[in-house]
């Protein structure tokens, strides 16, 4: 820091603290932040294309995969790094084109919904990749739907660790209807008429668990005595 005529500049040419210390500083930033920090200068070029800063990025983003670093990638860690998430970006594209196919109409059946959640553990989504490809608000509400029960049932993420990411990323409060029928009773030796229910329910709403009964529906799909799954977006007003 260098002082004069009342005013104070920070030197990005160089650092006084000790280079483990500012390595493990930037290590807590997101990947896009360290990228752009190492647009400053020379000396921060170098310093954010540490390995060491990558494959703290790599674990924390995927706790699941930090196997694969195994010996040190020969192309480096940050290129390992942005491969991996290239690879992701493109599988998961892949995901939401299908989906968007399947919900033509604006519905989607229980049967394509859960494919969709099962095609995302196959390739191993950490909590963030959710957040990039699936929570943006621009999507259809049943991909912001399908991250969310990707981070409910295959991530284990706290309810409320989930809802602070569905409002920053400004989704929380998108609505679906889900809709079944239970199959009838049997009564004196008749069958009952097969019986509809319907629930509106906000991404708020399932992320903390106030809707069980639609979330159990959702997840365990079109199986035993409930029929006929079916997903439908709801129009939410402009705030």
């Known amino acids: 820091m260098e002082k004069g005529g009342g005013s104070s500049r920070f030197d990005l040419g160089s650092s006084s603290l000790p280079c483990d210390l500012v390595l493990d500083i930037v290590s807590l930033l997101e990947a896009s932040d360290v990228c752009s920090l190492g647009s400053c200068s020379r000396f921060w070029l170098g310093l954010c294309a540490s390995d060491s800063v990558w494959i703290a990025l790599y674990k924390r983003?995927?706790?699941?995969?930090?196997?694969?670093?195994?010996?040190?990638?020969?192309?480096g860690?940050?290129?390992?790094?942005?491969?991996?998430?290239k690879k992701l970006a493109s599988a998961v594209s892949d995901v939401i084109k299908s989906v968007l196919e399947w919900s033509k109409s604006g519905s989607m059946e229980v049967g394509y919904y859960l494919k969709a959640i099962s095609d995302l553990g196959s390739m191993e989504l950490?909590?963030?990749?959710?957040?990039?490809?699936?929570?943006?608000r621009e999507h259809n509400v049943l991909l912001n739907l399908i991250g969310l029960h990707y981070c409910i049932?295959?991530?284990?993420?706290?309810?409320?660790d989930v809802m602070e990411v569905l409002e920053s990323c400004q989704v929380s409060e998108q609505q679906v209807c889900v809709s079944w029928f239970v199959?009838?009773?049997?009564?004196?030796?008749?069958?009952?008429?097969?019986?509809?229910?319907?629930?509106?329910?906000s991404l708020t709403e399932l992320a903390m668990g106030k809707e069980g009964e639609v979330l159990g529906v959702l997840n365990r799909g079109a199986i035993h005595e409930v029929l006929r799954v079916q997903i439908t977006t709801v129009a939410t007003s402009a705030a």
């Not at 049932?153 to 409320?160: E, Q, Y």
């Open 61 to 75: 983003r995927w706790p699941s995969a930090v196997g694969d670093l195994g010996a040190l990638p020969s192309q």
């Open 77 to 85: 860690c940050k290129t390992f790094y942005i491969n991996k998430h």
């Open 126 to 136: 950490g909590f963030k990749d959710v957040q990039l490809f699936l929570f943006r």
């Open 153 to 160: 049932f295959s991530l284990d993420i706290p309810p409320v």
């Open 183 to 201: 199959l009838g009773r049997w009564f004196y030796g008749f069958r009952l008429p097969d019986e509809h229910r319907s629930r509106i329910v």
